[in-house]
């Protein structure tokens, strides 16, 4: 087995809350509660969940965009989170990150060969290298090298992302975060970016910490899944597993959820209620008890762990077992 | 795809921000004026070596007896109580005028950027303490203390090396306008700079490693410079005009050729020589009104949502 | 935060910077060495005893730390001190001058509001019409024409080429007008009320004018005009006390800068106002009627700020207070 590339272990982003003209400490958001993550090379894991369950933020602590409280990030076998600038900036020709809206991503004051290049001219590249690489890099995105004296508002939407990607791949990195690339661009673009992200991966053996709510989107090109809740994974598996037979309830409920055109997936599990809880003042027990039609009282009192059902199929549920048993009954009586 | 490229490359290339913003400013007759009586001003600030018919420091009408002469084919505008031709001194006083409103203005925007930029980059405490302190400025009585400083200044430089810099007095005014006017920008800066923070092509460039000092000066500042350009165009007018009061109170610069400096010397006069203070002060009202005009111009082009 | 909380925490700031600017003030004025010996040292006959014995009896000796604190101790006290040049206690005379000042920026001010009101509503009820675009371009050069300059002008078209009204002082020396002291009173006051009058009315014509465009463009007050309400409650009642709010946030300012100049305003009309009186003190060096008249100032402007900060939170609810 080869080594992963990225191992994110029991990481934490907390955000103290200060109130009152003092400034006291009134509590901490714990967007991101002791998460472990692997990622392989060539590898795309895919990182689902509600708005506000973390996982942005997730993807920003790995990148050290946003300074983790505590845990572990391991970058090709290096410590992220001790390294000192110059190390730092080092490691960030190897990492990037593609960014959700195009419009906000890009500096408007700069030209698009400028916008790819900066990555070349700060790690010290010639202005020869530079430019090759920003006309290599457009061509690879699909764009030519024709555009590299236009400004970011003289593309359209699907363009500036392949822009943004762009920029992303400059200096050849191993690791890229798509923050939900595509939930801003138009349907009819969603599809060309995704296929030039998956064309990108083969050809350049990227791995991807794909962040996203679209469900269809994630089947399509995730090798595994991380489903995340309040902060915490609530369930990581082999996409085909995940999708095949989730077995936390909230996962489930996602799916359910998720528009099908397929009948077998409107699932006999309801339709999530409630609201999500505030990250500031977390459920007891389980953080999905409140929400779960299934929750017991060993829920409420008691977190459960991260477990092993199969391989590579972790669940933090106490009776996913049971789910674990049901699901072949299950899969006969739908099918 | 392939589509697509085509039909961008076929289509005429969008214009670029600041041309966006001319575009939308040339079409705002108010601003228009406004640009035009500042290029007036600077075009006249300029010349005024080369067309004005006397020399700022000539007195020779007081000498033929024809001080206070009411305007003429000679003295176009007439001659003051010191006999000075009020025309050159008009056109030469737009240099001082100038000189004043761009000095300042560079020092407090200096000051102000560099203030506001590091409350709204490093946020927190550093942000509470730095904008308590302009807001200290902005409340205070700026005026009347500057109209101290500058009185004061005048007698503690007396027998030190300073007493032989040249327009020392103006100096002081245009330094110490720059010291009391920064607060404006510092809090626009301060508020640019918390936005664009956060923005996402900020921390895309952090992302990929930009050193701190390319993120603020390349990434933050070119895109927080339309809303400090329109303070600094205020704030021009607004050094101008203080400077004129200051020298109409009689703390300006004696030496100086301005429009303050002018009002003061004739004001006794006004009675009998209206003519000699209506002209520095007409000149001065223009550069105001250009300088207001043009920052109201310069807001709506900037930001064409604001637009009524 | 509660409403409470944040008027106590802007009186503190507030007392915070009226003690900055005496410190500053004093350490401004001390730079200058003893001011005593600078006034008394050009006339003649004046030997090193008497500059001593001078500069004791205005408690000047001592260093000073001694001195700001005494001085501090005093004015808590509002004990100023004697002026040098008038040998009058400061503290009477800032009452006196500062009532003149008053007396012309206060009407300059209520009525300015009044008749900026009057044109905002002709202006916003039609806009984009000949009338709107008149008042925005009459408000904005009258934004621009400098106030003193103003005054210069009403000076030479009132006083000395019609030669109806008075041209300096607040009171006539010999005969007063019409016999009356009163009338005499009034009558110095139009020219330097209608400069500021003038000047007020133009800038808050500026901002009320765009605030009530703003206004009556918002969904209540269509809804107002669809439950049938006549156009004149519609506009006073509902459109102008919205609109108010920003022009309420602006007075303190306004005042501020009034105050701020009003040396330039009433060294044009020769007003005995406070602006006049700080004016003659620094061209003196009256030392103690400099920090006097610097520390009232001040406060003034402070309160005006910190009643326009209260009325703000106390008027619109949706301020977030921070």
């Known amino acids: 087995m080869t080594a992963p590339l990225l191992e994110v272990e029991d990481l934490d982003v907390h955000f103290p809350v200060f109130r009152g003209p003092l400034r006291r400490r009134a509590g901490t958001v714990r967007a991101v509660d002791g998460v472990s993550l692997r990622v392989m090379p060539g590898e795309t894991l895919a990182l689902v969940g509600e708005s506000g369950c973390g996982k942005s933020t997730l993807g920003r602590a790995v990148l050290r965009l946003q300074e983790p409280s505590g845990g572990q990030v391991r970058f090709e076998g290096q410590d992220l989170l001790h390294l000192g600038k110059r190390d730092l900036k080092a490691a960030r020709r190897r990492m990037r990150m593609v960014f959700q809206d195009p419009h906000a991503s890009l500096n408007p004051r700069l030209r698009a060969a400028e916008i790819i290049g900066e990555a070349f001219t700060i790690h010290g590249c010639t202005r020869a290298e530079r430019d090759a690489g920003v006309a290599e890099l457009l061509t690879l995105v699909g764009l030519g090298p024709d555009f590299a004296q236009r400004f970011p508002h003289e593309f359209s939407g699907g363009q500036r992302q392949r822009l943004g990607i762009a920029r992303a791949l400059a200096l050849h990195p191993s690791f890229v975060v798509c923050d939900e690339p595509v939930s801003a661009l138009d349907v009819s673009v969603q599809a060309q970016i995704v296929n030039l992200l998956m064309e990108l991966q083969e050809r350049l053996g990227l791995s991807y910490l794909f962040i996203s709510h679209d469900l269809h989107l994630v089947e399509f090109i995730a090798d595994r899944v991380a489903v995340m809740y309040l902060g915490r994974i609530v369930e990581t598996a082999p996409a085909a597993a995940l999708f095949a037979g989730p077995l936390h309830p909230y996962t489930r409920a996602l799916l359910a959820a998720s528009p099908s055109i397929d009948p077998d997936r409107r699932a006999a599990d309801a339709v999530i209620e409630g609201e999500l809880p505030s990250p500031l003042n977390p459920p007891s027990g389980c953080a999905f008890h409140p929400r779960c039609p299934h929750a017991t009282d060993q829920c409420r009192a008691e977190m459960p762990p991260l477990a092993a059902l199969a391989t590579g199929h972790d669940v933090r549920c106490w009776h996913a077992a049971d789910w674990m048993a049901a699901a072949p009954a299950r899969a006969e009586a739908l099918g | ?308 | 935060m509660g409403t409470a909380r944040y008027i106590t925490r802007r009186l503190i700031f507030a007392v915070c910077l009226i003690w900055g600017v005496s410190v500053i003030l004093f350490a401004m004025i001390n730079a200058i060495g003893n001011p005593i010996e600078i006034l008394l040292a050009e006339r003649p006959g004046i030997t090193d005893e008497i500059i001593e014995s001078v500069t004791k009896y205005y408690g000047l000796d001592g260093s000073v730390t001694d001195r700001y604190f005494t001085w501090l101790w005093a004015i808590v006290r509002l004990d100023f001190g004697t002026s040098i040049i008038y040998n009058l206690p400061v503290s009477e005379m800032l009452v006196i001058y500062g009532m003149e000042t008053l007396k012309i920026q206060i009407p300059g001010i209520v009525i300015a509001l009044f008749v900026s009101v009057m044109i905002s509503v002709l202006a916003a009820t039609r806009q984009y019409s000949k009338v709107d675009f008149g008042v925005i371009a009459g408000a904005m050069v009258g934004h621009s024409l400098p106030g003193f300059l103003l005054g210069i002008i009403l000076i030479l078209i009132f006083s000395y080429w019609l030669g109806i009204l008075p041209s300096y002082g607040a009171y006539s020396t010999r005969n007063p007008v019409m016999g009356s002291e009163v009338i005499d009173g009034l009558w110095h006051m139009v020219l330097p009320v209608s400069m500021l009058v003038f000047f007020n009315t133009a800038t808050l014509t500026l901002l009320l004018r765009s605030s009530l465009v703003d206004v009556l463009r918002q969904d209540f007050i269509t809804a107002a005009r669809a439950s049938g309400l006549p156009e004149r409650r519609v506009v006073f009642g509902h459109a102008l006390r919205n609109a108010f709010i920003p022009v309420l946030t602006y007075l303190g300012i306004l005042f501020g800068l009034m105050l701020g100049t009003a040396p330039v305003t009433e060294t044009v009309f020769t007003w005995p106002g406070l602006g006049a009186l700080y004016i003659m003190a620094i061209q003196q060096l009256d030392y103690p009627l400099i920090m006097g008249a610097t520390m009232i100032i001040t406060v003034m402007l402070v309160t005006a700020t910190l009643l326009t900060d209260i009325a703000y939170v106390v008027i619109d609810p949706r301020i977030r207070l921070g």
Not at chain 2, 3 to 30: D, K
Not at chain 2, 66 to 83: C, F, K, M, V, Y
Not at chain 2, 96 to 112: F, K, N
Not at chain 2, 263 to 268: G, T
């Open chain 2, 1 to 308: 795809m392939a589509i697509e490229t085509a039909t961008l490359n076929a289509v005429q290339r969008a214009p670029g921000v600041w041309r966006q913003s001319w575009y939308r400013f040339r079409r705002n007759r108010a601003g228009m004026l406004g640009l035009g009586l500042v290029t007036l001003v600077v075009v006249v600030a300029l010349i005024a070596p080369f067309v004005a018919p006397f020399e700022p420091t000539d007195q020779s009408a007081m000498l033929r007896g024809a001080a206070r002469r009411p305007p003429d084919a000679i003295h176009w505008l007439g001659t003051d109580r010191n006999g000075y031709d009020v025309f050159s001194r008009l056109l030469y006083g737009a240099r001082t005028a100038l000189l004043v409103g761009l000095g300042a203005m560079t020092i407090a925007s200096l000051i102000g950027v560099i203030i506001g930029g590091i409350a709204g980059y490093a946020g927190g405490m550093t942000d509470e303490l730095l904008m308590r302190f302009a807001e200290f400025f902005m409340v205070i009585p700026v005026f009347i203390v500057i109209l101290a400083v500058v009185r004061l200044f005048g007698i503690v430089v007396v027998g030190t090396w300073m007493e032989d810099i040249p327009n020392l007095n103006l100096l002081t005014i245009i330094v110490l306008l720059g010291c009391f006017e920064w607060p404006p920008i510092a809090r626009m800066a301060r508020a640019e700079f918390l936005r664009l923070r956060n923005a996402e092509f900020v921390e895309a460039a952090v992302c990929i490693g930009t050193p701190r000092r390319d993120i603020l000066v390349r990434h933050i500042l070119p895109n927080a410079l339309p809303s400090l350009i329109v303070l600094v165009a205020l704030g021009i007018g607004g050094a101008i005009l203080a400077e004129t009061m200051v020298s109409f109170l009689g703390f300006g610069d004696p030496k100086a050729v301005s429009w303050g400096q002018s009002l003061y010397f004739n004001y006794e006069a006004l009675k009998v020589a209206p003519w000699a203070v209506l002209a520095p002060g007409g000149a001065l009202f223009c550069t105001v009104l250009g300088f207001n005009l043009l920052a109201d111009g310069l807001t709506d082009a900037f930001n064409p949502r604001l637009r009524q």
